[in-house]
């Protein structure tokens, strides 16, 4: 029986050399540039590992890759594995030169560590030592590096859904969930909703009863909006951005909102987004036009999702790390291929803490952990 737990020590400092190397190229999602060069060096380490690469050029967003591995003889009609992550952060350029990349106290700290250049890195250096030992998994294999997933994976989707048809199941590298490390086994759906309010300008001192003000307008829809919340029940209705106007004195002609929701089920975002279409003017003279959808499904926690976390809690405990699962209302592309009817495990990638936030970091004993979990999902499932 392999001990991948000594497998991955054994590739700790490769590991480590990967993750660093990746965490020093700063990736904005709204950097092409930068994207499309991280890109580049996945896809050559990809295929120096045999996979069949394909980047995928973006005109908006860095290249997509994927890579994919047949299997051969009576393994080839096997469903595939799919894993995905994604190479761009949150982080603006300069991020690196004053936050840094160190090390304290068991930790890694830098901009896009823990979300998620750690799980990419994981990833490859997995697959290395998974061919290099003779343990390649009997069933195809495709792998998918998107560059827009921090702002809702509006380009790559398509991609995300195409890989992840078929699949038998769905590794997602992304960071567990922060503190814990847990695996996220249900994440609410994400809709983004515009309002458009068209009003009446007029002299505010002279002639305010010839306007028809759209702010006002907007003030009443953020109201009913509001109202829609049901916190204890998963339901989030966040007006987020709210502009209009075009001076002190005058009666304001337009106004906008953009509104976050977040929910729990398809049930639950049928409902909500037919109450936000809804929506009427109340105030004389004004007049609204709303755009927008839900762009991630919920990842509803059915069965089989549940079975395959429940192997991955049971051989992290094997290996000797506790991992444990829970649900979290943020979205990641486990929304899509889990909405694609494929058992998804996310959360595999790493173990820290603040994402998305000053002092993001990583603990580097459990990274070593993640590896052997990642090693032995894929040579076993």
């Known amino acids: 029986m392999t001990d991948f737990l000594t497998l991955a020590k054994s590739h700790e400092s490769e590991l480590f050399e990967l993750i660093e190397q990746l965490v020093m190229i700063e990736t904005p999602t709204s950097d092409k540039a930068a994207n499309d060069h991280i890109s580049s060096i996945a896809a050559d380490l990809l295929g120096d590992l045999g996979g069949d690469v394909t980047i995928h050029s973006e005109k908006e967003f860095g290249d997509h890759i994927t890579a994919d591995w047949p299997a051969s003889g009576s393994y080839a009609s096997r469903q595939h594995a799919l894993i995905v992550g994604h190479l761009d952060t949150v982080w603006p350029f300069g991020t690196l030169e004053r936050m840094g990349y160190t090390e304290k106290e068991g930790r890694l700290y830098g901009p896009g560590v823990l979300d998620m250049k750690s799980g990419i890195a994981t990833t490859i250096i997995g697959l290395r030592t998974l061919k290099e030992n003779n343990l390649w998994p009997n069933r195809p294999i495709k792998i998918l590096f998107n560059t827009d997933e921090e702002v809702g994976s509006p380009s790559s989707r398509p991609l995300v859904e195409k890989s992840a048809k078929g699949a038998e199941?769905?590794?997602?590298?992304?960071?567990?969930?922060?503190?814990?490390?847990?695996?996220?086994?249900?994440?609410?759906?994400?809709?983004?909703?515009?309002?458009?309010?068209?009003?009446?300008?007029?002299?505010?001192?002279?002639?305010?009863?010839?306007?028809?003000?759209?702010?006002?307008?907007?003030?009443?829809?953020?109201?009913?909006?509001?109202?829609?919340?049901?916190?204890?029940d998963g339901i989030s209705v966040n007006t987020g951005l709210i502009s209009g106007g075009s001076a002190r004195n005058t009666i304001p002609a337009y106004a906008e909102a953009t509104i976050d929701v977040r929910v729990k089920s398809m049930d639950q975002a049928e409902e909500i987004e037919a109450k936000i279409r809804a929506l009427k003017p109340t105030v004389e003279g004004t007049s609204l036009r709303i755009e927008g959808s839900f762009h991630r499904p919920p990842m509803e926690r059915t069965p089989a999702l549940a079975e395959l976390a429940a192997k991955l809690i049971n051989w992290s405990n094997e290996i000797g790390f506790d991992l444990t699962e829970e649900s979290t209302g943020g979205g990641s592309d486990a929304n899509l291929t889990a909405a694609m009817g494929v058992p998804s495990a996310d959360g595999l990638g790493s173990k820290g803490l603040n994402p998305h936030a000053e002092g993001e970091n990583i603990e580097i004993g459990e990274q070593v952990n993640r590896l052997a979990l990642f090693m032995k999902a894929l040579n076993s499932l």
Request: charged residues 20%; neutral net charge; aromatic residues 8%.
């Open 169 to 232: 199941y769905a590794l997602i590298m992304e960071p567990g969930q922060a503190g814990a490390g847990a695996l996220k086994t249900t994440r609410k759906g994400l809709g983004e909703f515009r309002i458009y309010v068209e009003g009446k300008a007029s002299h505010a001192g002279a002639f305010p009863e010839r306007g028809a003000s759209a702010i006002h307008e907007l003030s009443q829809k953020v109201v009913e909006l509001q109202a829609m919340n049901d916190w204890p």
